[in-house]
């Protein structure tokens, strides 16, 4: 089953220096952190701030050549985890033709602000994340969420390159 997700916010992890993109479930209180590299983490930022580049970004780019071939982004899934890495689709339409491509969840998330589709998680990921949580090292994981769910707004726009 797959549950609707918000990026409810973009910082750098305390702890390892690292971005990290902040899902929530929209109708539940599940949060799933993803970690991003540096660059994906910009380009995630500069669509939530609404950042207008001279010339396009690589994301800018394949959102204008799928709009430019006319097919639908209907949404992305953060699908699966494995070896502690994020894996996700972007399902796409065209011409009644439905199919999926796979791709890194920081990509799937900055195309899908770009063109301001729906996202989701699998269940299983959120609950396999929790389950990674609880078997790797207890004091920071608990540290985490705490911080993690104790976030401010104010908190969650923090994010500067």
């Known amino acids: 089953m797959e549950l ?5 916010g973009l910082m750098m992890d305390p702890v390892t220096n ?3 993109v902040v899902l929530k479930e929209t109708q539940g209180s599940g949060i799933l952190p993803i970690w991003v590299g540096v660059y994906e983490a910009n380009a995630i930022a500069l669509e939530i701030e609404k950042v207008q580049t001279p010339r396009p970004m690589t994301h800018d780019l394949l959102k204008n050549v799928l709009n430019g071939l006319n097919v639908h982004v209907q949404k992305v899934v953060v699908s699966d985890l494995r070896d502690d890495t994020f894996y996700a689709l972007i399902w796409m339409e065209r011409d009644g033709h439905t199919m999926s491509m796979d791709s890194r969840p920081s990509d799937a998330l900055a195309l899908a ?3 301001d589709c729906p996202i989701y998680v699998d269940d299983q990921v959120l609950k396999n994340s929790k389950m990674a949580t609880t078997i790797s090292d207890k004091s920071s994981s608990d540290e985490l969420r705490r911080w993690l769910e104790n976030l401010s707004d104010e908190d969650l726009g923090r994010y500067k390159m």
Request: hydrophobic fraction near 55%; aromatic fraction near 0%.
């Open 18 to 20: 690292m971005p990290v």
């Open 113 to 115: 602000l770009r063109l």
């Open 4 to 8: 609707e997700v918000k990026i409810r």
